[in-house]
């Protein structure tokens, strides 16, 4: 079943939703590696996926902190689980199990749920963070730009 970015995902963050389009092309990326054949692509693949998705969650939590946003507990415990879950898929896929199609469907289903729901709850928090930052620009100069906003947090979680 592949996996295909849908408008209605789109958090209106564009770090965020280029950062989930990432994610997306990842479990596309272990379809096609699943279908190959080869356990070695497959495992590369979710090694990629796994780190990439630990260090989407780290930039997002910290995003969120930043906001203010009143629900980030919740939603870290939901990244912990979700890593934790994603962690006993690996171990078992390190002891030899074929575990490349369930994880596949599991991390569609999870990664579609939790944008659409979890994510875009958050989104107007970031938003409004950001228009007080850009008002803050047009009476301080050495204010951040929406872009400049999130490098910091970018250069922190992705090397």
Not at 26 to 55: H, K
Not at 86 to 97: D, H, I, L, P, Q
Request: aromatic residues 8%.
């Amino acid at each position: 079943m592949p996996i295909v970015w849908e408008p209605r995902l789109d958090t209106g963050i564009e770090v965020i939703d280029e950062q989930h389009k990432r994610i997306v092309n990842y479990i596309s990326q272990l379809e096609a590696a699943r279908r190959s054949g080869d356990r070695n692509q497959v495992m590369a693949v979710i090694e990629e996926l796994v780190d990439y998705t630990q260090s989407h969650f780290g930039f997002e939590e910290a995003m969120m902190e930043e906001a203010g946003y009143e629900f980030l507990k919740p939603h870290q415990k939901v990244h912990e689980l979700f890593i934790k879950r994603v962690t006993e898929f690996t171990m078992r896929a390190a002891k030899g199990e074929d575990i490349a199609e369930e994880l596949q469907h599991t991390l569609t289903r999870w990664l579609m749920n939790h944008i659409a729901n979890e994510d875009h709850n958050y989104a107007e928090a970031v938003k409004r963070m950001v228009a007080r930052k850009q008002q803050a620009a047009v009476t301080t100069p050495a204010a951040a730009t929406s872009k400049g906003l999130f490098a910091s947090l970018l250069k922190r979680f992705f090397r």
